[in-house]
């Protein structure tokens, strides 16, 4: 499958926030079907805590048509929430999504309630900083 267009730019700026990648992508199978989110990364949290585990699907939002670009991303993550259940219960779903397009697309109301409904978290980041600058949960 191929790389979103801010993979390298998203994937630089978790390790920059201290997260250590553990998949580049995380595949799964769930009987016939197959999954394969962009990436999962670990942290650190204490030597008696153990690490904090996170997947993430990340997102563009620089196509054509926004609106479809919200409908794919949507779509994945219910689908990747459902198999990581199953699959990885203790890991958590994020999407990545671009500084530029968190500030304005997905300010929208329509985007906020669709967000809200799916309980999606959000890592927003700077793909030319390479840096994360928001993280919405």
């Given at each position: 499958m191929a790389k979103d267009f801010y993979h390298y730019n998203f994937k630089k700026a978790l390790e920059k926030d201290g997260w250590v990648i553990t998949h580049?992508?995380?595949?799964?199978?769930?009987?016939r079907i197959s999954f394969e989110i962009d990436l999962g990364a670990e942290k650190l949290i204490g030597a008696e805590k153990g690490s904090e585990k996170i997947a993430v699907e990340i997102k563009n939002f620089v196509g054509p048509s926004e609106v479809n670009e919200l409908h794919k991303a949507i779509g994945q993550f219910i689908d990747y929430f459902v198999a990581l259940g199953l699959n990885d219960p203790e890991r958590v779903l994020f999407l990545g999504i671009p500084e530029e397009a968190w500030n304005d697309f997905f300010q929208e109301l329509v985007v906020q309630k669709a967000l809200e409904l799916i309980h999606a978290k959000i890592i927003v980041f700077n793909p030319f900083n390479e840096t994360i600058t928001a993280w919405i949960k």
């Open positions: 580049d992508p995380y595949d799964m199978r769930i009987g």
